[in-house]
């Protein structure tokens, strides 16, 4: 039988020794791993804090940025707007001071009776070539009568040479036109139911409307932003 021999004092003290040396070596070992595991994730999620702040940082400068650039888009847009306004306002002030203008100097018109004879006569024309009847009335101003006389004469000459018919243009004396009318007449026809209305007040209203056109693009140039033309 092996026999089983005591430690001395000696060997048990050294043997502690040893154990406790292995001890704290893997303690010492184990608390390096704990370390550089617990650094290794502090980087990390330090590296994820960081980036993350870093992305919303990014995200609300870029908000701003948007943001700021469409209020200037909206600023620049709406000055623009505002500018169009004004410009469109001052052109349409100057087109109304224009025609107002004009209407002003329409009884110009009549003051030479050589040229209101001669003017008559052509406004006559125009009503007895469009309506092509026999029998016209005209109706005008008091005032115009004995002019507008001799500009029937001189229509119904030039009507019958033109066309080869006669046609018998009286004036509707019960029905003047007003007084405050600037000049010009109003050919009847259809048995009263056709009135071709050719005064000097009522051409210059059709000249706002039919002439306006090529007035703006005297005045201001033709318009880039229209793609149509009659």
Do not use: W
Not at 22 to 37: P, S, T, Y
């Amino acid at each position: 039988m092996s026999q089983v021999h005591a430690l001395s004092d000696d060997q048990v003290g050294q043997e502690l020794r040893k154990m406790t040396a292995f001890i704290k070596q893997e303690a010492l070992e184990k608390a390096r791993e704990i370390e550089i595991k617990a650094n290794e994730e502090f980087s990390i999620e330090k590296s994820k804090l960081v980036r993350q702040e870093t992305d919303a940082i990014d995200a609300a400068h870029a908000k701003k940025l948007k943001q700021a650039a469409m209020s200037q888009q909206i600023t620049r847009s709406t000055v623009a707007n505002k500018t169009r306004l004004k410009v469109l306002a001052a052109r349409q002030q100057l087109l109304d001071d224009i025609f107002e203008a004009a209407s002003k100097r329409l009884a110009d018109g009549a003051k030479d009776p050589a040229k209101y004879r001669v003017t008559l006569k052509n406004l006559l024309l125009e009503g007895l070539y469009a309506l092509a009847e026999s029998e016209i009335q005209v109706r005008a101003r008091k005032v115009d009568y004995d002019i507008v006389k001799e500009a029937i004469k001189d229509a119904e000459e030039e009507y019958k040479k033109t066309i080869g018919k006669t046609t018998t243009v009286t004036i509707d004396e019960e029905n003047p036109l007003a007084e405050g009318c600037s000049g010009g007449l109003a050919i009847v026809g259809g048995q009263g139911k056709i009135e071709i209305n050719n005064t000097f007040d009522e051409r210059l209203l059709l000249l706002q409307s039919s002439g306006l056109p090529a007035m703006r693009e005297t005045l201001f140039g033709k318009n880039p932003n229209r793609k149509f033309y009659d």
